[in-house]
């Protein structure tokens, strides 16, 4: 996941990776989906890699991975914050949690913070519309959120973070 | 009192976020030892009440305990378990949840451990597959389908066995069956729990529609967002394979058929058949134009078949019962049952099932309860961003196809969010309008620059700045992204702020021509202001005001300067004795 330290990898060490998709265009997005969960994002240099695997021009997966939301080009902090903001959430009050994120942690939507512990990200949905407001935080999802609720689960991840 | 014999917890996504995982160690933990199985079971339903834990006695009863900790579930096994009497108050408080209800789709959800092919089994799976192979041929499956009337549950509502003779038809030798669970309606969630919930069913209805057209490869099309619904169909599959139901010569027939997965990497518009098939194909998730469909050409050139996921688990419950029996629920043009996720203001949040032809007002009042809080029921957004507002005084519309889209909605996926006076049609709107604008592909002219349009209008009247001309070209513009745009998304896009025009214009003339928000939702148009003779001076609004904009009044009492609120609202969520009003 996210948290796991970026590896320098060359390309050969990707191919071994690439193995078990076949070199052909229909790969691009697992690929790309592989290459983000082992780094946390898509470094360029592998966007290479997959092109010469697939023999597809890097132009076209630069433009598939920028279609699609769910790929990052930046490295992110330890703690993914993804904050719901569907339809359920939104009529519950999910603005005003957003603002109170932004304003704790001093970042904008998909920032991270400055000592690289949280970043922050705006989701359409978790699924979870019962407990609106809903965040996730990596795997762990929390419901019923408001303000002070905010305040106490962030202290608990930097409590642990000391 | 009966013995208890098995004990279920509902361990969905939104059960486990509720907090059921220590729940359900807990009572493993200390039911390991005795003859009571304590197993995970999918969605039970009853968001609402969530964790979910049901106590199934061995003559067959069952009792729904909810909201349930790991203290209350001590109580449980004392008493119920151990003691055998049920405790009373702890069960769940369905209040008319499940009267309306019929479950078809949802049979097993909630009841069975979804790991488990042997449960769906014993409860008649792949019973249909078997005789689907024996007894019946394909275009027999077919006419079943057909005439039984079941139509595409992701939204369009096309009937289902038209587009599998489609498919059939073709001489093609390589077919593909995709299901699609790439549900990306904010507010949605049944796809999500019946893949969580009951996987085989929908792995069972690939099989059989493979079957039908003569498919050997099966695709299901499910959201990275969702993990635990990938890990159960995957886990489904191999258990499916390891039984013989999938792979080369199922159940010694000459018929054969694989699934894999495909994770989808988040992109609304993928929901859209050409686009998904675009998305699979490893190009960005763009449609194009049909004919030809994808039923005569789709995935490489070849016939695909592309059902919802609600869809294809209405496929095995059909066979086993007939047609008969499924198009005993319904309206003439809409049979059988469709699956809601509620949400919003809304009591009863949760997943319901209900027989076509209920009326908005039986579904979000009795179904789901009412509004909480004594508020009033003032619209329900159906269909997710691409469906309508309707109003309150529509709650005697039917719900099937055809009624919603005369009222300007649509059944949609069935996302079904419930709005009470708090909620500012005009801030909905754009609410949606952004959604679908942001998740525009930009392929189309009128849905890439008009709703970016629609949306700065929009925007623009929430803060005030709104003329009433602006209203008109709303009308206009929106009626021109229906009418030139290539695929679902932006022929429905409009609709959110078509629909709150047309039953709730005096609050769109309320924001542009006195400024003023009738819901008090629109920041831009709000005063905060301190009634003085409330106010017993006790200064915490002074603290929890974050521009400093509180100061002390020519008394005992707080003043808010205006000019410098930003109208967060803190001030009023603080103060313990109402002093401070909203205009």
Redesign the interface.
Known sequence: MSTKKSRTVTKRSWFKEFKRFPRHESSVIPLLQLVQEREGYVPPDVVRAISRYTGVPEAQICGVATFYAQFRFQPRGKHVIRLCQGTACHVQGADAILEHLKEKLSVEEGGTTEDGLFTLEVVRCLGCCSLAPVMMIDEHTYGRLTRRAVDKVLAEYRKEEK | MSRVTEVQVGLA??G???GAEPVFHFLAKNLASQKVRVKPVGCLGM??S?PLVAVVTADGERFVYGPVDVKKAERILEEHVRGGTPVEDLLAKENGFFAKQVRIVLENCGEIDPTSIEEYMARGGYEALRRVLREMTPQEVIEEITKSGLRGRGGAGFPTGTKWSFAAKEKDPVKFVVCNAD???????MD?SVLEGDPHRVIEGMIIAGYAIGASEGIVYVR????LAVKRVRQAIADAEARGFLGRNILGSSFSFRISI??G????VCGEETALIA???????MPRRRPPYPAQSGLWGHPTVINNVETLANVPWIIRHGWEAFARYGTEKSKGTKVF?L???VRH??LVEIPMGLTLGELVLEVGGGIPGGRKFKAV?IG??SGGCLPASLAHVPVDYESLKEHGAIMGSG?L?V?DED?CMVE?AR??LD?TQKES?GKCTFCRVGTKRMLEILTRIVEGKGTPEDLDVLLDLGQKVKNYSLCGLGQTAPNPVLTTLRYFREEYEAHVRDKRCPAKVCRSLLTYSIEPELCRDCKLCTKAC?VGAIVQGSGKFQVIQEEKCIR??RCREVCPFGAVSVR
């Not at chain 2, 990497?265 to 609304?268: K, R």
């Not at chain 2, 998305?279 to 998730?285: D, F």
Request: net charge negative; aromatic share 12%; glycine share 18%.
């Open positions: 996504s939104c486990i976020a509720a968001c609402f969530e549900e990306g309606d904010p507010g949605a969630f999500r990275a967002e969702y993990p495909k994770e990497a988040g992109a609304f998305s699979v194909e490893g190009k960005r998730g996720a949400a919003g203001k949040s949760g957004q997710g961003p996302g969010i709005m909620t909905v609410f949606f959604f592909c974050p967060c609202g």
